[in-house]
Structures are given as structure tokens and as C-alpha cells.
């Protein structure tokens, strides 16, 4: 018999904004300067929620930002949004220099 996947429902919109907001201040990422410099626009920013919304390591990623310090630290391999955070960063720097 074959299995299907198992539908897991999309975690709660307000709470992963701020985990997002909160993952980007722990890693050095400055969401505010990215929106300035038009490095970021409401369809990316819905698409980094989006994906924080429906990554199984929400519980994880609390976690992780609970103990996270006050020096940036990189973005968690198991961030579902490491990728599109690093190339903000990278952008941001790409811009400064």
C-alpha cells in the first residue's frame, strides 16, 4: 500500500513574522536596510514568512534564537530560509563596499 505524505498545516502568520524578525537580528541581517536599498520588496518578504510558516523546525528555531547571544552568529543550516537570508546579507555588504 502506498503512504501518502502527511499535510502539516501552515504555522500561525504573526508568530513566524516575528520569528523571521528575530532570526534576522540574531544573524546580522538588517531586514530595514534590505528594504531601503530595494534588495527586498513585500513579494520576498511574503515568500520568507511563508517558508518560516511552514518549516517543521519552528519549535527548534525558538529555541536556537533563545540562546543565540548578542553576536550575530550565521544563519542555521536547518533555517529553511538560510539561503534567501545569506543573499540578503551578502546584497547588503555588496552594496556598502
Not at 31 to 51: F, K
Not at 61 to 76: E, F, I, K, Y
Amino acid at each position: 500500500m502506498e503512504q501518502t505524505p502527511r499535510i502539516r498545516p501552515l504555522g500561525d502568520e504573526n508568530a513566524h513574522f516575528w520569528l523571521v524578525q528575530r532570526m534576522a537580528k540574531a544573524t546580522g541581517v538588517d531586514l530595514v536596510a534590505a528594504w531601503e536599498r530595494d534588495l527586498l520588496d513585500s513579494q520576498d518578504w511574503a515568500a520568507i514568512v511563508g517558508r518560516c510558516r511552514g518549516c517543521q523546525w519552528a519549535e527548534g528555531c525558538g529555541h536556537w534564537l533563545d540562546h543565540s547571544g548578542n553576536v550575530p552568529r550565521d544563519v542555521p543550516d536547518t533555517c529553511l530560509n538560510n539561503t534567501r537570508l545569506e543573499r540578503i546579507r551578502a546584497r547588503l555588504e555588496e552594496s556598502i563596499a
